[in-house]
């Protein structure tokens, strides 16, 4: 079993940064694949990072390219997405998830088996 919790969420200006962790326990994950995805009010889930189980493959949703940056520390078994240049519309929950076996990159929610609680992130203008 797996747990995950996110933490670094919270309320920022536009043109801000923020940066997002998510801390793996119960196993250590460096052998799995990652990812961030988001909920805002009223929508459905949506894809905003993922990365291999190396580390070596990682892919972002066009609206974050450029501004988000997804990394990894296996030593801490945690993982991080730094969020520069914010804008309103990143206004989300903030979810990691991991596949167990899978050796990634995955772009879809149903793809993942473990879920973290989430972080809100809100950005203001």
């Known amino acids: 079993q797996v747990q995950l919790v996110e933490s670094g969420g919270g309320l920022v200006q536009a043109g801000g940064s923020l940066r997002l962790s998510c801390t793996a326990s119960?196993?250590?994950?460096?052998?799995?694949?990652m990812g961030w995805f988001r909920q805002a009010p009223g929508k459905e889930r949506e894809f905003v990072a993922a990365m291999s189980w190396t580390g070596g493959t990682t892919d972002y949703a066009d609206s974050v390219k450029g501004r988000f940056t997804f990394s990894r520390d296996n030593t801490r078994n945690t993982v991080y997405l730094q969020m520069n240049s914010l804008k309103p519309e990143d206004t989300a929950v903030y979810y990691c998830a991991l596949h167990s076996t899978h050796l990634g990159p995955l772009y879809y929610a149903d793809e993942y088996d473990y879920w973290g609680q989430g972080t809100q992130v809100t950005v203001s203008s």
């Open positions: 119960g196993r250590t994950f460096r052998s799995y694949a």
